[in-house]
């Protein structure tokens, strides 16, 4: 690479630079020409002239400054922000508003891949100043995602979507965070498009089916009921656990799809002769109990599967009831007047305050499965028992989930807890294996119950 090469370089990034149409707000280049940045960029790794990495950054909490103070408070800001950008970085580098609260930079020149964190780093730090406007004082600051430009990346396209999968990654990890993209990150960002391309095309319930957890009282030993878990039978990837695909429905706002599918499903297995007249728990998402509609589609899917609604109980995690008390407080009131129980899901994991919770019309806590297995340790024990008698003072049903040993089963039969689920007795299992399980528990002994 002679040095006229690279002079003549410079002067097409100017060139571009020049040509580029300006943001009217930040004085920016235009959403554009970040992808044209990004092809001389490109174009570098063929010629060796150090490495090249492109830059997302999304504003933290923009949209609150904005729906709270008006777009003329936050248009200011993106300004400020606009010239901290500018200036963080070399005049041979790019940086456009790509839109809304989200910068795209390409920085060329660096000599290893450590050099980019580090221009991430001082671009976040630049944020960090407080921006003082209109007698306020502004704190700032983005998630920042970097994606290093080599021969892999033949379009640019594919260089800013990573950079963006990165920052999405710093966004999760909290505020003013940064990552660097992985190709692991890639494959999951594959991996959701199919989860969401194979909802959107209505194609979900093919694919998902439901396995089905007893629950049994600690008391008797007997099967009471089961808890209803979502499964996606994947065409090539074979049987995902839901860890591996409710994220990414949720993140797609598809999860509804599933919810509503799940209690269709439980409830008319509910109802069929195989279980009858045990009771069925159903896992729901948060985002249900902020729809106004919720209700009513209970309603009327215990109404189509002919199931006394006292049979089934909806579950809702803790973190996911504080989200909107007062919504929450309604929806769950009217569950409660249709007969449907509510339980509390992973309790205890949430850190909400107690006050909050006992407002709430639930009918039982699920004891998280952390507390069982924690359960071994004076502390676990003392925080296991302490629930439960809460739950007692409450005056609601609990219910220990993941318990896998006679040890714990007794803990939990001494502090009083009322019900269990866990390895113990079984894992979840498929529709067709219920009925067997269900004959052969009747014949077994019971677990042991201490005195
Ligand atoms: P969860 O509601 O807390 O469910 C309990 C999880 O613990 C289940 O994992 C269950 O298979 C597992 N488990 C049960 N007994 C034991 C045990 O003794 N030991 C251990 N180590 N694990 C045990 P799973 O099925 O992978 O579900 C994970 C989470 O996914 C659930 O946590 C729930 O939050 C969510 N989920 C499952 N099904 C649905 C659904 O239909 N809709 C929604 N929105 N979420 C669901
Ligand atoms: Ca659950
Ligand atoms: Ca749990």
């Given at each position: 690479m002679?040095?006229?090469?690279?002079?003549?370089?410079?002067?097409?990034?100017?060139?571009?630079?020049?040509?580029?149409?300006?943001?009217?707000?930040?004085?920016?280049?235009?959403?554009?020409?970040?992808?044209?940045?990004?092809?001389?960029?490109?174009?570098?790794?063929?010629?060796?002239?150090?490495?090249?990495?492109?830059?997302?950054?999304?504003?933290?909490?923009?949209?609150?400054?904005?729906?709270?103070?008006?777009?003329?408070?936050?248009?200011?800001?993106?300004?400020?922000?606009?010239?901290?950008?500018?200036?963080?970085?070399?005049?041979?580098?790019?940086?456009?508003?790509?839109?809304?609260?989200?910068?795209?930079?390409?920085?060329?020149?660096?000599?290893?891949?450590?050099?980019?964190?580090?221009?991430a780093q001082r671009i976040s730090d630049s944020l960090a100043a407080p921006i003082v406007m209109a007698d306020r004082t502004f704190h700032v600051s983005a998630a920042v995602g970097v994606a290093m430009v080599t021969s892999a990346y033949t379009d640019t396209d594919d260089l800013i979507r990573d950079a963006d999968a990165a920052m999405y990654q710093a966004k999760s990890a909290g505020r003013a965070s940064i990552r660097a993209f992985d190709p692991g990150t890639h494959d999951k960002a594959l991996r959701r498009l199919d989860f969401e391309s194979t909802v959107r095309s209505g194609h979900g319930p093919e694919q998902w089916e439901l396995h089905y957890q007893p629950q049994c009282s600690i008391e008797t030993g007997e099967v009471i009921g089961f808890e209803a878990l979502a499964r996606w039978r994947h065409p090539e990837r074979g049987l995902l656990m839901p860890d591996e695909f409710i994220s990414s429905l949720e993140d797609a706002g598809l999860i509804a799809e599933l919810d509503h599918f799940v209690l269709r499903r439980a409830a008319a297995f509910a109802a069929s002769p195989a279980i009858s007249p045990l009771h069925i728990s159903v896992n729901v998402s948060a985002g249900q109990l902020l729809?106004?509609?919720?209700?009513?589609?209970?309603?009327?899917?215990?109404?189509?599967?002919?199931?006394?609604?006292?049979?089934?109980?909806?579950?809702?995690?803790?973190?996911?009831?504080?989200?909107?008390?007062?919504?929450?407080?309604?929806?769950?009131?009217?569950?409660?007047?249709?007969?449907?129980?509510?339980?509390?899901?992973?309790?205890?994991?949430?850190?909400?305050?107690?006050?909050?919770?006992?407002?709430?019309?639930?009918?039982?806590?699920?004891?998280?499965?952390?507390?069982?297995?924690?359960?071994?340790?004076?502390?676990?024990?003392?925080?296991?028992?302490?629930?439960?008698?809460?739950?007692?003072?409450?005056?609601?049903?609990?219910?220990?989930?993941?318990?896998?040993?006679?040890?714990?089963?007794?803990l939990l039969a001494k502090a009083g807890c009322s019900t269990f689920q866990g390895y113990l007795v079984a894992p979840a299992m498929q529709e067709h294996e219920v009925e067997t399980f269900l004959k052969q528990a009747e014949g077994r002994h019971q677990p042991r119950i201490p005195r």
């Open positions: 002679s040095l006229r090469n690279i002079e003549d370089r410079r002067r097409c990034r100017a060139e571009l630079e020049r040509q580029a149409h300006q943001d009217q707000l930040t004085g920016l280049a235009e959403p554009l020409c970040p992808g044209r940045a990004a092809t001389v960029a490109l174009d570098e790794v063929d010629t060796g002239v150090g490495m090249s990495a492109v830059i997302f950054l999304d504003l933290d909490r923009l949209k609150v400054i904005n729906d709270s103070l008006g777009h003329e408070i936050g248009d200011a800001i993106l300004k400020v922000v606009g010239d901290r950008l500018r200036s963080s970085i070399r005049p041979t580098d790019m940086v456009a508003r790509f839109g809304g609260d989200e910068f795209v930079m390409v920085c060329s020149g660096l000599s290893r891949a450590a050099d980019a964190l580090d221009v729809a106004a509609d919720f209700p009513d589609f209970v309603t009327s899917v215990l109404a189509d599967a002919g199931l006394p609604s006292e049979r089934l109980t909806i579950e809702i995690t803790e973190s996911g009831m504080i989200q909107d008390l007062a919504v929450a407080r309604r929806t769950l009131r009217t569950l409660r007047d249709l007969g449907v129980g509510v339980s509390v899901d992973d309790f205890g994991t949430g850190f909400s305050a107690l006050s909050y919770l006992a407002e709430l019309p639930v009918t039982e806590l699920k004891i998280d499965r952390s507390f069982v297995t924690r359960s071994d340790t004076p502390t676990g024990r003392s925080l296991l028992e302490g629930i439960v008698s809460l739950a007692t003072s409450m005056a609601v049903s609990c219910v220990a989930e993941g318990v896998e040993s006679q040890d714990q089963l007794d």
